[in-house]
T-cell receptor
Framework: EDQVTQSPEALRLQEGESSSLNCSYTVSGLRGLFWYRQDPGKGPEFLFT???AGEEKEKERLKATLTKKESFLHITAPKPEDSATYLC??????????FGSGTRLSIRP | EAGVAQSPRYKIIEKRQSVAFWCNPISGHATLYWYQQILGQGPKLLIQ????????DSQLPKDRFSAERLKGVDSTLKIQPAKLEDSAVYLC??????????????FGPGTRLTVL
């Protein structure tokens, strides 16, 4: 059965303290892995799509990487406005979309 | 460009009552998705449409939930009768591409349903 697991569930960092969020997946025929950001009371907002192992994408302080078993979202020198829940999702060859439960990130000034 | 519109934003009903949610996707987006997000969890896909057709509804509780997308544009999701465990945020999303290489999804603000 396809599965997506995110860790840690919650992460508290000091402003400027870099870290990484993990998304482990077991998916038959991965077609794409997505990262979204979700603020309280809002719908998820698209960040990145990764399609193959070894691929990397960057946007401001965020960098996403992909291997055959997991994806990482690296946050460099985060700011308080980066506080949010970060969700990863997979899309399979069977047209199945599965979201992880997310990592709640809190950045203290 | 206007985003995905959803209404109502909030709904409170009693168990065994019926409720309907409406979604209008971004203009030109062929694919529309309905998700259920329970507090503290990630979104769970209920149904995916491409134009008028259903791509995936494997996780839709068909004994009580129904969804339609007439004319391949806006969509409604209905729950009849509602149960306590249906309390959640119902998210609608749309994307440009359908089967094959899946493109980014744009989400609406969601409808928060409370079942008492």
């Amino acid at each position: 059965e396809d599965q997506v697991t995110q860790s840690p569930e919650a992460l508290r960092l000091q402003e400027g303290e870099s870290s990484s969020l993990n998304c482990s997946y077991t998916v038959s025929g991965l077609r794409g892995l997505f990262w979204y950001r979700q603020d309280p009371g809002k719908g998820p907002e698209f960040l990145f799509t990764l399609y193959s192992a070894g691929e990397e994408k960057e946007k401001e302080r965020l960098k996403a990487t992909l291997t055959k078993k997991e994806s990482f979202l690296h946050i460099t020198a985060p700011k308080p406005e980066d506080s949010a829940t970060y969700l990863c999702a997979t899309y399979s060859s069977a047209s199945k979309i599965i979201f992880g439960s997310g990592t709640r990130l809190s950045i203290r000034p | 460009e206007a985003g995905v519109a959803q209404s109502p934003r909030y709904k409170i009903i009693e168990k065994r009552q019926s409720v309907a949610f409406w979604c209008n996707p971004i203009s030109g987006h062929a694919t529309l998705y309905w998700y259920q997000q329970i507090l503290g969890q990630g979104p769970k896909l209920l149904i995916q449409f491409q134009n008028n057709g259903v791509v995936d509804d494997s996780q839709l509780p068909k004994d009580r939930f129904s969804a339609e997308r007439l004319k391949g544009v806006d969509s409604t999701l209905k729950i009849q009768p509602a149960k306590l465990e249906d309390s959640a945020v119902y998210l609608c999303a749309s994307s440009q591409l359908g089967r094959g290489r899946n493109n980014e999804q744009f989400f609406g603000p969601g409808t928060r349903l409370t079942v008492l």
